[in-house]
């Protein structure tokens, strides 16, 4: 069943009388729980993909529904939580007191409620920080307060996430390794996840559908569903399946450099 349902969304940005065409007629659906990456050129309109589905911008045409429901609503109620290019931790604040600002009231008067909330112990554990709950954020490295911030969004109740390049910041060998810990830890949650990436390999590691854009105005090149078995392991990279879909990808990529 159609959960996130993106619907002939045309944007436009208007700056000192320049109008720029941002997205040109995107048409998308995922079902719940689905790990998506969206992939393409800088510029082509992923970021602004992503606000407007997460309720952050508005459209010029179209419409964008989350389980039948408008983005705004969905908005309202708590639906998204939103991972950043570098993490929004306070860095005086501990990890573990970290990890509860989706909980905490706000100025507006509203914090999360979730009946069953998840050990925010356990998640951090999971993205291997069990020994750090107590540091304080400025003493971790990037890498470290990045997977805070993962962890934080899959605890935070809401049911759709959306990471904007988490990783862009890091090293090649933490990025790596970040990324099978957001492999894992979605396999346990299977939130549905909507994730901007320049990585090939990340994107085909993790989806199940990988979204392939082209250049301004951005408009849907090809959808690709990753038919790879799950769980995946690290070795996954090592098969024939997997560079196929890598190549399979960069080919749609290419297609629209020429
Ligand atoms: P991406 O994330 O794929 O790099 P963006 O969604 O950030 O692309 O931007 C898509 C296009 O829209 C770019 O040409 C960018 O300059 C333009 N754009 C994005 N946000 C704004 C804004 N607030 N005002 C004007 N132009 C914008
Ligand atoms: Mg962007």
């Not at 944007?11 to 009388?17: A, D, I, M, N, Y």
């Not at 100025?107 to 009946?115: L, P």
């Not at 559908?209 to 038919?227: F, L, T």
Request: negative net charge; charged residues 25%.
């Amino acid at each position: 069943m159609t959960y996130i349902k993106v619907k002939n969304v045309s944007k436009f940005f208007e700056r000192r009388g320049q109008v720029t065409e941002a997205l040109r007629d995107i048409n998308l659906e995922f079902e719940q729980g689905t790990f998506v990456s969206l992939i393409g050129p800088s510029g082509c309109g992923k970021s602004t993909l992503l606000r407007i589905v997460g309720g952050l911008a508005d459209v010029d045409q179209g419409e964008v529904t989350i389980g039948g429901m408008s983005t705004l609503g969905a908005q309202s109620q708590k639906q998204f939580g939103f991972v950043p290019q570098s993490p929004a931790l306070f860095p005086w604040r501990t990890v573990l007191e970290n990890m509860n600002v989706p909980f905490e009231v706000n100025t507006k008067g509203v914090g999360i409620q979730v009946e069953d909330r998840e050990d925010p112990i356990e998640l951090l554990q999971s993205v291997g920080l069990g020994d750090f709950v107590n540091s304080y954020a400025k003493e971790l490295s990037g890498g470290m307060q990045q997977r805070v911030g993962i962890a934080r969004a899959f605890g935070s109740g809401a049911p759709i996430l959306l990471m904007d390049e988490p990783f862009s910041a890091l090293d090649e060998i933490t990025r790596e390794m970040i990324s099978y810990q957001l492999l894992h830890i979605w396999e346990a949650h299977q939130k549905t996840v909507l994730f901007v990436t320049h990585s090939l390999r990340e994107a085909v590691l993790l989806s199940d559908k990988v979204v392939v854009m082209s250049a301004r105005p951005g408009q849907v090149s090809k959808v690709i569903d990753i038919n790879l078995p799950r769980p995946r392991q690290a070795t996954i990279e090592d098969t024939e399946e997997f560079h196929q879909y890598v190549t399979e990808i960069r080919g749609y990529l290419r297609d629209r450099w020429k």
